[in-house]
């Protein structure tokens, strides 16, 4: 079986910067796989890459055997609703709708309508009594939390995190680890995780750090 994802030769600069360059990465079924470097060094927009909401300068890209830049807009659309959950850095929420309807989102446009399983992954994020509030009631910590459960409540085979435990106290950092590590495990998924945590890094299989030259294994 090939490999759910796989980047060879990944380069992109803004202007005259480069921001990465080299960057080959491959994610098996089943593995979560840790993503550290300095701030600045294109982590942010690594996965942005990855997921087909930005495009590479060089390099190619493979999601389960699909290949990213023989797709149009559409197409990329389309594989990212049905095989990615993306956990942005800056949440993403839809303002006007309930944090239920938030989760809900994905199962909706997969045509896929589940309440239960909305209440499940709210509840899996310790937010199962906070459904019926709008994003403008929730602390920042409780956001990222809304952002996680609806980038998992379809299950999806790829899942991109950018910094998912970054504004979360210890406790609810550990719980959103044992989350995604749930969802790696079980459904055989593969799971990229940008982070500054150290402690986060520890609990992926793989941990590898992004710069100048590339990309390669961390320590
Ligand atoms: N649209 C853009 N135009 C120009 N430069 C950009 C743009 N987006 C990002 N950059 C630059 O590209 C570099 C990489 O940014 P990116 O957000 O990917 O870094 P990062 O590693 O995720 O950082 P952090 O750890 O702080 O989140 C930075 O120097 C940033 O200023």
Redesign the pocket.
Known sequence: MSPLLRAQGLAKA??D?A?FRAVDLTLERGELVALL??????????LNCLAGLDEPDAGTIDIDGQCLAELDEAGRAELRRAKLGFVF?AFHVLPHLSVAQNVALPLLLLHRPDPARVQAMLDAVGLGSLGARLPRQLSGGQLQRVAIARALVHQPALILA??PTGNLDARHAREVMDLLLAQVRAEGAACLL?T?SEQAAARADRALR?DEQGIRPWA
């Not at 470097?37 to 690594?46: D, Q, V």
Request: hydrophobic share 20%; glycine share 20%.
């Open positions: 803004y202007g910067s921001v470097g300095e701030s600045g060094t294109g982590k942010s927009t690594l850095q950018d910094e940008v500054h992004l």
